[in-house]
């Protein structure tokens, strides 16, 4: 099935770094979304990108839909502790049944 | 209060059983879903509602029978549980229509551990 390629799958960083990840695909994406999860808990949406080139910021994350609607990317500027986590990319297809695809996830690791 | 509930958050079983997960959204949201996280955490989609309606079925094994008493609750029910049934099962919701149908809220999830 359609599947998002999101790297990197793991980062492990010092606190105050910023961190930047991204999913690619080789099909194209009507909206772009990005989630986190921690353990134990459901995702939760940072981020929902829903034009091409269209840039967003929420806080210290900035996400950008890319203007050939495959790819996407996510930024964390100068990390907190509380910033670990898994972040997930997922899009729905522009042709296509109503469901999001997601990505493999990025495991964030933070050293104080 | 949460959004999108459900219950129950842990789950024992053992294999052969029969169990419910339940989930109820408070959104005004026309759509639900069961999506399946394993243990590589990998999110896919089981099955969407519209409004009671089923909308997806995605090849999932029909032990698994999505229930839908309204648009604001959506069950889970697994026949005959397998061990490879061991997962975390998360209910969700979107608003229907517009563009911002996909934009999906999360449940908390529930923790299946078949033994």
């Known amino acids: 099935g359609q599947q998002l390629n999101q790297s990197p799958q793991s980062m492990f960083i010092q606190e105050g770094e910023d961190v930047s990840m991204n999913c690619t695909s080789s099909?194209?994406?009507?909206?772009w979304l990005w989630y986190k999860q921690d353990p134990g808990e459901g995702p939760v949406l940072l981020i929902a990108?829903?034009?091409?080139?269209e840039l967003t910021s929420n806080g210290r994350l900035t996400a950008q839909f890319g203007i050939t609607r495959k790819d996407s990317f996510l930024n964390i500027s100068a990390s907190i502790p509380s910033d670990v986590g898994i972040y997930f990319c997922?899009?729905?297809?522009?042709?296509?049944?109503?469901?999001?695809?997601f990505g493999q996830g990025t495991r964030l690791t933070i050293n104080p | 209060d949460t959004a999108v509930s459900q219950t129950p958050k842990y789950l024992v079983t053992q294999m052969g059983n029969d169990k419910s997960i339940k989930c109820e959204q408070n959104?005004?949201?026309?759509?639900m879903y069961w999506y399946k996280q394993d243990s590589k955490k990998f999110l896919k989609i089981m099955f969407s509602?519209?409004?009671?309606?089923?909308?997806i079925n995605e090849t999932v094994p029909n032990r698994f029978s999505p229930k839908s008493p309204d648009k604001a609750h959506l069950n889970l029910h697994i026949n005959s549980l397998e061990l490879g049934d061991s997962a975390v099962y998360f209910c969700?919701?979107?608003?229907?229509?517009?563009?911002?149908?996909?934009?999906?809220?999360f449940g908390e999830g529930s923790w299946l551990t078949v033994v």
């Open positions: 969700a919701s979107s608003p229907l229509g517009g563009p911002r149908w996909d934009t999906i809220y």
């Open positions: 099909s194209i994406f009507n909206t």
């Open positions: 990108l829903y034009k091409a080139g």
């Open positions: 997922a899009g729905s297809l522009i042709q296509g049944a109503q469901k999001l695809v």
């Open positions: 959104l005004g949201h026309d759509t």
């Open positions: 509602y519209n409004n009671k309606e089923l909308i």
